[in-house]
């Protein structure tokens, strides 16, 4: 099956900083979208991206279907970015199947 | 905005009960899901249901079954709890291919 792969597992950051966080799949896929974790567990959306670049604030995200990777910029990062970020990938299997990574553990102190 | 919700933030239960978790969504989605989540292990896929009593099994189906009788409302039945079911439990709807949305989850201890 598809492998999702995200780096780095954990970050630590001052505020203020940017930062670069990466997924790679290993096949061809439908569909992608990032989340954030936050401490109480709760999965908030952040981009549903197939494919290009897309921009939210102090967050955007650029997918390269046909190099199969996808990364998630965070600028300026306040505490409140802390948590844990997701992306998952939709299995092309005609099920609406996604596969998780494993998540990168972001934590910014202030 | 999308709302899921699910009946229980926090849940403990004896090894051997028969445990029922609910999933409400408001947005007229055709799809639905069961996640857990666990340690090291990320979110893995229980079960999902595609339309009004479809089931398909996901990738950790042993020890669950689901029952959809209405399409904003998927449970998750854990049969006869054991301790190795202790996890975040997580639901998720989705209209067809489109990008699925998260209900709170429910943190279930079975002791």
């Known amino acids: 099956g598809i492998q999702v792969e995200q780096s780095p597992p954990d970050l630590i950051l001052q505020e203020g900083a940017n930062s670069t966080l990466r997924c790679n799949f290993s096949d061809s896929v439908n569909n992608l979208q990032w989340f954030h974790q936050n401490p109480w567990g709760q999965l908030i959306n952040l981009f549903y991206i197939p494919s290009g670049t897309k921009q939210n604030g102090r967050l955007s995200a650029t997918t390269v279907a046909t190099e199969r990777y996808s990364l998630l910029y965070i600028s300026s990062s306040q505490t409140t970015d802390s948590g844990v970020y997701f992306c998952?990938?939709?299995?092309?299997?005609?099920?609406?199947?996604?596969?998780f990574g494993t998540g990168t553990r972001l934590k910014v102190l202030a | 905005d999308v709302k899921v919700t699910q009946s229980s933030r926090y849940l403990v239960k004896r090894t051997g009960e028969k445990v029922f978790l609910e999933c409400v969504q408001d947005?007229?989605?055709?799809?639905m899901f069961w996640y857990r989540q666990d340690p090291g292990l990320g979110l893995r896929l229980i079960y999902f249901s595609y339309d009004v009593k479809m089931k398909e099994k996901g990738d950790i189906p042993e020890g669950y079954s689901v029952s959809r009788e209405k399409k904003e409302r998927f449970s998750l039945i854990l049969e006869s709890a054991s301790t190795n079911q202790t996890s975040m439990y997580l639901c998720?709807?989705?209209?067809?291919?489109?990008?699925?949305?998260f209900g709170p989850g429910t943190r279930l201890t079975v002791t």
């Open positions: 998952a990938v939709e299995v092309p299997s005609g099920t609406y199947k996604y596969i």
């Open positions: 998720a709807s989705s209209l067809f291919t489109y990008e699925q949305y």
């Open positions: 947005m007229d989605h055709e799809n």
